[in-house]
């Protein structure tokens, strides 16, 4: 398993790969890989996501699209993969790294 977080100038990156093989009791095994990658900006208010699944070699899963919140308060997430589908974002979503920087200073203050 990896684990990575970067930061750039406008944002932060974070980045998760796994690969595991799997045996059963008849000695078959099955190779899965799957990761993704997220772009959130610095202000908390884009995120670009992607991830995906190899079964024995073969991508089973891929799916890739934004989240953004408008000026308005309002927010959507838009896919283009698997298929172009685009939903609300609840008010109060919270984005991955907006939320630990949120739970760092909570903790930090002394709040529980």
Request: proline share 4%; glycine share 8%; hydrophobic share 30%.
């Amino acid at each position: 398993m990896k684990l990575e977080l970067r930061e750039d100038c406008e944002g932060w990156t974070l980045e998760q790969l796994s690969d595991t093989t799997i045996y059963d009791n008849a000695g078959e095994s099955e190779h899965i890989r799957w990761g993704y990658t997220i772009w959130e900006s610095n202000d908390g208010k884009t995120l670009r996501f992607s991830s995906f699944r190899k079964v024995d070699g073969e991508l089973v899963e891929n799916i890739r699209g934004t989240a953004k919140w408008k000026p308005d308060g309002t927010g959507e997430i838009t896919y283009v993969q698997p298929t172009a589908l685009t939903l609300p974002l609840e008010k109060g979503t919270l984005f991955p790294i907006q939320y630990q920087q949120t739970l760092l200073k909570a903790a930090a203050s002394g709040e529980r």
